[in-house]
């Protein structure tokens, strides 16, 4: 019998590894975990979202989280690889998962960045606006 689910790829196992991290990472300051890799489909012929982690932090806020990693910092590194479009897939999908809410609960932006081992977390790094 044969599976049909396909090899993940060497920058699919690296993504996955460094999403791990930095879960860990907002675990150890107290963010609980909500989601992982919530994804909207947009159509055919335009990307949807998706958010890599979605966490609830002490005060109640709920947190998206983009995560980027990168082996060194070249080129601006792995916090600058977050540019306008995918901040605004970032929202889309955000907007989209908080339709759930009858009342949505405060709400941020935070990537995490990860150039070669180093690992940096910016909170309220970009606004919905």
């Not at 396909?6 to 999403?19: F, I, L, N, Y």
């Not at 590194?77 to 970032?90: H, T």
């Not at 998962?97 to 150039?115: E, G, H, Q, T």
Request: with cysteine; charged share 30%.
């Amino acid at each position: 019998m044969f599976s049909r689910r396909k090899a993940a790829t060497d920058r699919q196992v690296s993504g996955d590894a460094a999403e791990a991290r930095a879960l860990a990472h907002l675990q150890q300051q107290g963010l609980v975990l909500v989601e992982r890799n919530y994804r909207v489909a947009r159509g055919p012929n335009a990307r949807g979202g998706e958010v890599d982690l979605i966490l609830r932090d002490r005060d109640g806020t709920l947190v998206f989280v983009e995560v980027r990693a990168r082996a060194d910092g070249r080129h601006g590194g792995a916090a600058a690889s977050v540019g306008p479009a995918k901040r605004a897939r970032l929202v889309l999908a955000a907007r989209h998962y908080l339709r759930r809410y009858a009342a949505p609960p405060p709400c941020r932006f935070d990537v995490v960045a990860i150039d070669g081992g180093e690992l940096e977390w910016l909170m309220a790094a970009f606004d919905a606006a």
